[in-house]
């Protein structure tokens, strides 16, 4: 089954490099090719140089072989897309496929799934309007079964962690919560450095390691909350703030929780208008989006966020065939006037 594995990964394997990561003699290689093609697997020998065994595309399917973390990874893909209506396909579909991987799943890691689903909040997993680029995944889920395992149990945590600014050190937290927020893992808890509620990213922690002791989580704690203010805290490198026709209720579906703040706006007319603000490293996707809304919108700041609407307006009149170089007529979309 190793050997199925390792074929499964693609192209041709020569029998001196199966029989390495095997740890076996080339005899046994093909001895075990010979049980798979018996076995009705479709494993094709390459002679030549170059040559080696691959598996062939067939009408039979090999039997798929995943590795603990692969099987956790997709198994946490399906209930994490289920339970955000994220997945294209029918709830029965889902619930079949997440009994059949969970079945194969050692009791272990069976265990520590379990753990995350009971112990992390799963509601604010719709998008953030941010693009894909900026959601930055890589956690792993090793490190996240541990953190989870700990905050189902009460158990202190230490853990190492890394900062944006790339500074490594040691930390020691009470899990409180775990969060799933638009493609990152959050933990929010109390740090034992600096006596504070902190909230980390998962994918910046490594080495988790579970302590002895237990802890009481503070009643009324909201985790949801706590992630959602640290991130509006956060300093951005943009400070974008832009008034929008429509109230703040108009406006509330269209910006996802923890994407922006609203409040309301003056205007010089009796229409209702929304100040809308946000921070982003980039100004590329916030154009777009508030585009997107087709409102009738005015830019307070930055000054940057209107060349980019410039850029944007021309590339659209360049589409037309329109002359680009003419003024362009107001459509909302623009600075505010003085």
Wanted: net charge neutral; with cysteine.
């Amino acid at each position: 089954m190793t050997l199925l594995e390792f074929l499964q990964a693609g192209g041709i394997q020569s029998v001196a490099t199966l029989a390495t990561r095997l740890g076996v003699d080339e005899r046994t290689v093909r001895r075990y090719v010979a049980q798979l093609i018996e076995m009705e697997v479709p494993v094709e020998s390459i002679r030549g140089r170059r040559g080696g065994y691959r598996v062939v595309p067939g009408y039979r399917m090999p039997p798929l072989m995943l590795t603990d973390e692969e099987a956790l990874t997709l198994l946490l893909g399906l209930v994490v897309g289920r339970r955000s209506g994220g997945l294209p396909i029918d709830s029965e579909t889902v619930e079949s496929a997440v009994g059949k991987l969970r079945r194969v799943l050692p009791r272990g890691t069976a265990a520590r799934l379990d753990a995350l689903l009971s112990s992390a909040d799963l509601s604010l997993l719709g998008p953030s309007g941010r693009p894909s680029t900026e959601v930055v995944g890589g956690t792993d889920p090793k490190v996240l079964m541990v953190i989870a395992e700990a905050a189902r149990d009460r158990h202190p945590v230490e853990i190492g962690y890394t900062r944006k600014d790339g500074r490594a050190s040691q930390r020691t937290i009470l899990p409180y919560g775990i969060v799933a927020r638009s493609g990152r893992w959050y933990v929010t808890g109390h740090e034992s450095g600096t006596g504070e509620v902190r909230t980390f990213r998962v994918d910046r922690i490594s080495s988790p390691v579970a302590l002895p002791g237990s802890f009481n989580v503070p009643d009324g704690f909201d985790a949801s909350a706590i992630v959602l203010a640290s991130l509006a805290a956060t300093p951005w490198r943009y400070q974008v703030s832009v008034r929008v026709a429509g109230t703040i209720d108009d406006l509330r579906s269209q910006f996802p929780a923890g994407l922006a703040t609203l409040e309301p706006a003056a205007s010089d007319n009796m229409e209702p208008w929304t100040r809308v603000r946000l921070g982003a490293e980039r100004l590329d996707w916030v154009v777009p989006y508030f585009a997107g809304l087709g409102r009738d919108l005015f830019i307070e700041e930055p000054g940057e966020l209107r060349e980019q609407v410039r850029v944007l307006a021309r590339r659209l009149l360049a589409a037309c065939g329109d002359d680009a170089s003419k003024p362009v007529e107001s459509s909302g979309l623009g600075s505010t006037p003085a």
